[in-house]
């Protein structure tokens, strides 16, 4: 059973291949100095700012902890901001600002690269499997 674990084990597999590919963007983003993590959650805030912290932990599938740890690197970095105040009145949504707009604009390139570098190494039928995945997990909006 335990040679199974190391053999068969879809845990370890996954988070290889996780790492490999994370490594691949991280890469092509170095000289932009932003992280694959980094961009991927720019890019989530983009796609439904203004957002709470609760939207982006629940898109992002991040617990509070890492969550805030991300953010706070972003936040400081000056390419979100927390708006004053939310529809509520007590949350404080987060937005793109200029800055982290001119970022993803200039990271387009290195990611379009990385793009290609990875459904190369995933091949078709990998591409299509983990598509299909990520929007069973996510939804079909993504």
Known sequence: ???AMGNECLLMRTRLIARVISGMYDERLRGLKISSSQLGLLVA??????ATRADIGRRLHLD???LTRHLKMVLSAGWVE???YGADGRSRPIVLTGPGIDLLRKAEPAWQAAQAETKELLGR????AVMDI????MGPTV
């Not at 805030?45 to 203004?50: A, D, L, N, R, W």
């Not at 990520?134 to 997990?137: L, S």
């Open 45 to 50: 805030i983009y796609q439904i700012q203004p």
């Open 1 to 3: 059973m335990i040679a």
């Open 82 to 84: 927390e708006t004053p």
């Open 64 to 66: 509070k902890s890492t």
């Open 134 to 137: 990520a929007d069973r997990i």
């Open 125 to 128: 039928d990998g591409l299509i």
